[in-house]
């Protein structure tokens, strides 16, 4: 087959279904192509190298890569963002037309303005195309807090609607997922694919040094975005009222996001020294900080919507063979329930994470090693990378030749 690709996010950003999914592909046989924007993720400036211009077209790793204009940036402010997304939409809907056709597209969002070209290539060249549904829209835009405004909410779940109806076949990573969009009247195919983690995370948890860092703490690690959506104070009212209970621990924040700043000048004034925050690092980068971890957290705010989704850094941490402290209802806490991987614990509350804490720091070593490796067999079992390229190309073959589910159908 040949596939297009459409992702507003694609590498050197930090994109886990990038070029190594792409590369993954192509190495299945097919010819693989990509249409994305300039890269300015995560912090709303164009990467050294690039410079924006209508059209660039290079090769990365033997995938050509086609990059259209958008406006850069990636901040609280709402408007910016939307410019952002509706110009990638804008110019690759004008890109597609002028590319080879291909057999059939795949689209990972958000955002969702991202399917606007896979529409447009179905609508004048009949090519159908499969949506990766990471996050809900709108319903995520109101659960972070990125848009309130119920007319532009409306039109976007009319435009979100619309894409969805019109697609061959939609991806989704949770039961939650399939069953909110059946609830909301999606009769497009649905398939559960979960997410696998960045191969550098699997290669760098297959080789991880020993703990070195004299601290003796028992440190609890949080990899990733530092945003709204994360509810991360409650991250520093743990640590004060486990520093008040004469609990020794430290909370090792690494990544980026619009919270950082802020984070920062709080736990500084709330907890210091018993929070540390560290710059965003490549994931191949992360080996030292995953060894010197005792506990990987994951925490979404108290949301219905966070219920039905499962954090991408979820397979990360289980990759990685740590124990894992959840902060998530729903999908992620069972996810986490049936590795036998962690402690899950009320989500925006300060005193369930201390008590979660406290009740591993109460383990032996064998029994939270015990965890991590149920956590580790788990993953290599059920979320590899090769497991969940292999279901989304089966998805692209059955979009681009629905005879082949038509005839799956009839056998005996």
Same mark, same amino acid.
């Given at each position: 087959?040949?596939?297009?690709?459409?992702?507003?996010?694609?590498? %050197?950003?930090?994109?886990?279904?990038?070029?190594?999914? =792409?590369?993954? /592909?192509?190495?299945?046989?097919?010819?693989?192509?990509?249409?994305?924007?300039?890269?300015?993720?995560?912090?709303?400036?164009?990467?050294?190298?690039?410079?924006?211009?209508?059209?660039?077209?290079?090769?990365?790793?033997?995938?050509?890569?086609? &990059?259209?204009?958008?406006?850069?940036?990636?901040? $609280?402010?709402?408007?910016?963002?939307?410019?952002?997304?509706?110009?990638?939409?804008?110019?690759?809907?004008?890109?597609?037309?002028? $590319?080879?056709?291909?057999?059939?597209?795949?689209?990972?969002? #958000?955002?969702?303005?991202?399917?606007?070209?896979?529409?447009?290539?179905?609508?004048?060249?009949?090519? #159908?195309?499969?949506?990766?549904?990471?996050?809900?829209?709108?319903?995520?835009?109101?659960?972070?807090?990125?848009?309130?405004?119920?007319?532009?909410?409306?039109?976007?779940?009319?435009?979100?609607?619309?894409? +969805?109806?019109?697609? =061959?076949?939609?991806?989704?990573?949770? *039961?939650?997922?399939?069953?909110?969009?059946?609830?909301?009247?999606?009769?497009?195919?649905?398939?559960?694919?979960?997410?696998?983690?960045? #191969?550098?995370?699997?290669?760098?948890?297959?080789?991880? %040094?020993?703990?070195?860092? *004299?601290?003796? &703490?028992? &440190?609890?690690?949080?990899?990733?975005?530092?945003?709204?959506?994360?509810?991360?104070?409650?991250?520093?009212?743990?640590? !004060?009222? +486990?520093?008040?209970?004469?609990?020794?621990?430290?909370?090792?924040?690494?990544?980026?996001?619009?919270?950082?700043?802020?984070?920062? !000048?709080?736990?500084?004034?709330?907890?210091?020294?018993?929070?540390?925050?560290?710059?965003?690092?490549?994931?191949?980068?992360?080996?030292?900080?995953?060894?010197?971890?005792?506990? /990987?957290?994951?925490? +979404?705010?108290?949301?219905? /919507?966070?219920?039905?989704?499962?954090?991408?850094?979820?397979?990360?941490?289980?990759?990685?063979?740590? #124990?894992?402290?959840?902060?998530?209802?729903?999908?992620? =806490?069972? /996810?986490?329930?049936?590795?036998?991987?962690?402690?899950?614990?009320? %989500?925006?509350?300060?005193?369930?994470?201390?008590?979660?804490?406290?009740?591993?720091?109460?383990?032996?070593?064998?029994?939270?090693?015990?965890?991590?490796?149920?956590?580790?067999?788990?993953? $290599?079992?059920?979320?590899?990378?090769?497991?969940?390229?292999?279901?989304?190309?089966?998805?692209?073959?059955? =979009?681009?030749?629905?005879?082949?589910?038509?005839?799956?159908? *009839?056998?005996?």
């Amino acid at each position: 087959m040949r596939i297009l690709l459409i992702l507003q996010f694609f590498q %050197p950003e930090p994109m886990f279904k990038g070029l190594e999914f =792409a590369k993954a /592909l192509k190495a299945l046989g097919h010819e693989v192509e990509v249409l994305t924007g300039f890269p300015n993720y995560p912090g709303g400036v164009v990467y050294p190298g690039y410079r924006l211009r209508p059209i660039k077209r290079e090769i990365m790793d033997g995938i050509p890569v086609t &990059r259209g204009y958008l406006y850069p940036s990636h901040d $609280q402010s709402a408007i910016g963002r939307i410019i952002n997304y509706i110009s990638f939409a804008l110019s690759s809907s004008l890109l597609v037309l002028f $590319q080879k056709k291909p057999d059939v597209v795949y689209v990972y969002t #958000p955002p969702m303005t991202a399917a606007l070209p896979a529409v447009v290539l179905r609508m004048f060249r009949k090519v #159908p195309y499969v949506v990766d549904i990471q996050d809900l829209w709108p319903d995520t835009l109101v659960a972070t807090g990125m848009v309130n405004n119920s007319l532009i909410l409306r039109l976007v779940g009319h435009w979100t609607d619309f894409a +969805l109806r019109h697609a =061959a076949r939609i991806i989704v990573l949770s *039961d939650g997922f399939r069953r909110r969009l059946e609830q909301r009247g999606v009769t497009t195919p649905l398939a559960v694919i979960p997410n696998w983690a960045p #191969p550098e995370i699997v290669s760098a948890a297959g080789n991880l %040094p020993k703990r070195h860092e *004299d601290d003796a &703490r028992f &440190r609890v690690l949080f990899a990733g975005n530092m945003g709204n959506a994360q509810g991360l104070d409650i991250v520093i009212e743990a640590a !004060k009222l +486990l520093e008040q209970r004469g609990v020794s621990v430290r909370f090792d924040m690494i990544g980026g996001g619009v919270e950082v700043e802020r984070l920062t !000048k709080a736990a500084s004034a709330s907890a210091p020294g018993a929070i540390r925050f560290h710059s965003a690092r490549h994931p191949a980068d992360m080996g030292e900080m995953f060894a010197n971890a005792d506990a /990987l957290l994951v925490h +979404l705010r108290a949301d219905p /919507l966070f219920e039905i989704t499962i954090p991408s850094k979820t397979q990360a941490y289980l990759a990685i063979g740590k #124990p894992i402290l959840m902060g998530v209802r729903g999908d992620a =806490a069972r /996810l986490l329930e049936e590795a036998r991987a962690g402690l899950a614990f009320e %989500p925006d509350s300060p005193v369930a994470l201390a008590d979660a804490v406290c009740t591993m720091i109460g383990m032996s070593l064998d029994e939270r090693n015990l965890m991590g490796r149920a956590g580790k067999a788990f993953y $290599q079992a059920k979320l590899t990378f090769d497991i969940g390229v292999a279901a989304i190309a089966e998805e692209l073959k059955l =979009a681009a030749d629905p005879g082949t589910a038509d005839a799956s159908r *009839d056998d005996p």
